[in-house]
């Protein structure tokens, strides 16, 4: 079965604060892909990152950085200084090989409050 | 903007009636997907189109339908709609190969009174 927790439904930080979105995910696929993606008020879903199952290098793209360890099955998000911009529901999403839809987490609702 | 065309962006609807939802992918993606974001149910995923054809279902109800058009456009049919179909739904696109992350449209928001 595939699956994808986002034990978190809500965070509330301070601006600047530092803040990190766990995710959890479940498949039995060898190979597979996992994705972040932003929801802000306005409710499009803004594509942020994608990182295939064999490359387990963390990223990070100006504040916002991804630790990836398949050993635990996780694949968080943190958001270094913290803006009211980053305020958002962000979901989490696993696509496997074998499949062809995406499996969303079912999001955290992040509040940055100036 | 993610390339990706919704219409309407909202629709207000009684029950019973029969609504089409559209949408235009990104320039060259094939794949085309549906998915329903409710409250209480989260990303609901409903279909997916490649090319034309369809590739993998989900939780699609039988009183919804879809097609992809030789154009590559999607219409999402909604019939016989209830006050629970009230819900954004969104449509994605993406390029071949499940290794490619989908854009998504700006969403529909539908509801049925």
């Known amino acids: 079965a595939q699956k994808v927790t986002q034990a978190q439904t809500e965070i509330s930080v301070v601006e600047k604060e530092d803040v990190t979105l766990d995710c959890v995910y479940e498949?039995?696929?060898?190979?597979?892909?996992l994705f972040w993606y932003k929801q802000p008020p306005s409710g499009e879903l803004v594509f942020l990152i994608r990182r295939n199952s064999f490359d387990e290098q963390n990223e990070i793209s100006g504040r916002y950085s991804w630790n990836f360890q398949k050993s635990t099955s996780s694949f968080n998000f943190t958001i270094t200084a913290s803006q009211v911009v980053d305020s958002a529901v962000y979901f989490c999403a696993l696509r496997p090989s074998t499949g062809n839809q995406f499996y969303f987490g079912t999001g955290t609702s992040l509040t940055v409050i100036p | 903007d993610s390339g990706v065309t919704q219409t309407p962006k909202h629709l207000i609807t009684a029950t019973g009636q029969r609504v089409t939802l559209r949408c235009s992918p990104r320039?060259?993606?094939?794949?085309v997907y549906w998915y329903q974001q409710s409250l209480d149910q989260g990303l609901q995923f409903l279909i997916q189109?490649?090319?034309?054809?369809?590739?993998a279902k989900g939780n699609i109800l039988e009183r919804f339908s879809a097609q992809q058009f030789p154009d590559l456009h999607s219409e999402l049919n909604l019939s016989s709609l209830e006050l629970g179909d009230s819900a954004l739904y969104f449509c994605?696109?993406?390029?071949?190969?499940?290794?490619?992350?989908?854009?998504f449209g700006q969403g529909t928001r539908l509801t049925v009174v």
């Open positions: 320039s060259g993606d094939l794949s």
């Open positions: 498949t039995r696929d060898t190979t597979y892909y």
């Open positions: 189109y490649y090319n034309g054809e369809e590739r």
């Open positions: 994605a696109s993406s390029v071949a190969g499940v290794s490619t992350e989908a854009f």
